[in-house]
């Protein structure tokens, strides 16, 4: 497996003098956090609009760029649909809340914390318990490569068995869980859900989120038809892994969605 900066774009370089969306470059911390902020909120109003909530179940993080062991999230008992930047919270790896008026999600924290801390090269986690990747992930077994957008998961996400169906309420249950998560880019938790986490953006997260939602829900409905996939060979697969299942294509896909919500629901930047 490739090393996750060594990966390729299909869509890189960009063509000079066109429209195209651009990644932040700033080594203003100020500027760098408020970023970040409105593209968490930016992937709560995504996961509300992709169908991806569930009651108060859900924690999507991103690292504080100048305090690395404190994380924003969502608050907690808040609607994705409802999450601005007035009610997100600052969280350290304890779970208290050292900014923001909102609880935090005790569940939540116990992993995503755990993961962070872990692994400081994570900068994004995202978490929800989803419909179709709730379901596949009872049979505790990786995606197949079946289609071309499951493929930019291939060899790159981790089937966890610790701690599976039992709710993780205490800190040893994330300690158990986060070394999964060393080089790749998502997890499937048995008789739990999907995880996907990011070096590069909690753009790149959410967009891998929906992402490997959907392919849990296409390998689901094929199995539902009563034919057996044909599957695409490990170097195709690979090969369609390195050019398009990097964080930048991840961070890329998420523009969209993002400037989408900026335009039509501008009250989450209140």
Request: proline share 4%.
């Amino acid at each position: 497996m490739l090393d996750l900066a060594e990966r390729k774009s299909v869509y890189q370089p960009q063509q000079a003098g066109r429209k195209f969306p651009r990644e932040l470059k700033t080594n203003d911390l100020e500027a760098l956090r408020r970023h970040r902020k409105r593209h968490l909120v930016g992937a709560c109003r995504a996961f509300a609009r992709w169908g991806l909530d569930y009651g108060f179940a859900g924690h999507l993080t991103i690292r504080d760029p100048e305090n690395s062991d404190l994380y924003w999230t969502n608050p907690m008992a808040v609607h994705f649909a409802q999450v601005k930047l007035s009610n997100l919270i600052l969280v350290d790896h304890d779970g208290e809340v050292v900014e923001g008026e909102y609880a935090v999600n005790q569940a939540g924290f116990v992993l995503h914390s755990a993961v962070h801390a872990e692994h400081p090269d994570i900068l994004a986690m995202c978490h929800a318990h989803t419909l179709y990747g709730s379901a596949y992930a009872s049979q505790g077994r990786p995606l197949a490569p079946i289609t071309q957008d499951a493929c930019q998961f291939f060899e790159d996400h981790a089937v966890i068995r610790e701690e599976s169906g039992q709710v993780a309420v205490e800190h040893g249950a994330g300690a158990s869980i986060a070394p999964a998560f060393k080089g790749v880019r998502a997890a499937i938790h048995q008789n739990h859900g999907l995880f996907t986490v990011s070096r590069h953006s909690i753009d790149a997260a959410a967009f891998l989120f929906m992402a490997l939602e959907r392919c849990c829900q296409q390998q689901l409905m094929v199995e539902a038809s009563g034919h057996k996939p044909i599957e695409i060979p490990a170097e195709r697969a690979r090969y369609s892994r390195e050019h398009v299942g990097s964080e930048y294509t991840a961070w890329l896909g998420f523009q969209t969605d993002y400037d989408h919500l900026a335009q039509t629901a501008p009250d989450m930047f209140d």
